[in-house]
C-alpha cells in the first residue's frame, strides 16, 4: 500500500490550496485519515482528522487551523481531501497525509496511530 499526496505549492498569503492524498493497493478497512504538518526545526503536528468509517465528512481540527481548514473524504477512491483557505506564513511546512487500520480512536491526533504515512508535499505561503 502507498500513499501519494498532491497540491502543495506555493501560495500568497491569504490565498488557498487543495491537498489530496490517495491509497493505492490492496487495504483493509481505513479507520482514520489524518493529516499533519512539519515544519523545519519543529516535531510533526497534527491538522486535521476524519473518521474513514463514518459516512459523513465530520472532521476535527487543530486550534490553529480551525475555520480555515477542511478535511473530507471519498472512501470510494480512498482519497482524503485538505482544502485550505486563508493561509498564513506560518501555515508553510510539508504536509504528510496518514490512514490507520487501527482499532481504537478513529480521530486520534497522535501520529503513533497512524500505520501508513504519504511521503508528504511542501505547502509555502510567502508574499
Known amino acids: 500500500v502507498q500513499l501519494q499526496a498532491s497540491g502543495g505549492g506555493l501560495v500568497q498569503p491569504g490565498g488557498s490550496l487543495r491537498l489530496s492524498c490517495a491509497a493505492s493497493?490492496?487495504?483493509?478497512?481505513?479507520?482514520?485519515m489524518g493529516w499533519f504538518r512539519q515544519a523545519p526545526g519543529k516535531e510533526r503536528e497534527f491538522v486535521a482528522v476524519i473518521s474513514g468509517r463514518s459516512a459523513y465528512n465530520v472532521g476535527y481540527y487543530a486550534d490553529s487551523v480551525k475555520g480555515r481548514f477542511t478535511i473530507s473524504k471519498n472512501n470510494a477512491v480512498n482519497t482524503v481531501y485538505l482544502q485550505m483557505n486563508s493561509l498564513k506564513p506560518e501555515d508553510t511546512a510539508v504536509y504528510y497525509c496518514?490512514?490507520?487500520?487501527?482499532?481504537?480512536?478513529?480521530?486520534?491526533?497522535?501520529?503513533?496511530?497512524?500505520?501508513?504515512w504519504g511521503p508528504g508535499t511542501q505547502v509555502t505561503v510567502s508574499s
Open positions: 496518514g490512514f490507520s487500520t487501527k482499532g481504537g480512536n478513529y480521530y486520534s491526533r497522535s501520529p503513533t496511530y497512524y500505520d501508513y
Open positions: 493497493g490492496s487495504i483493509s478497512s481505513i479507520n482514520g
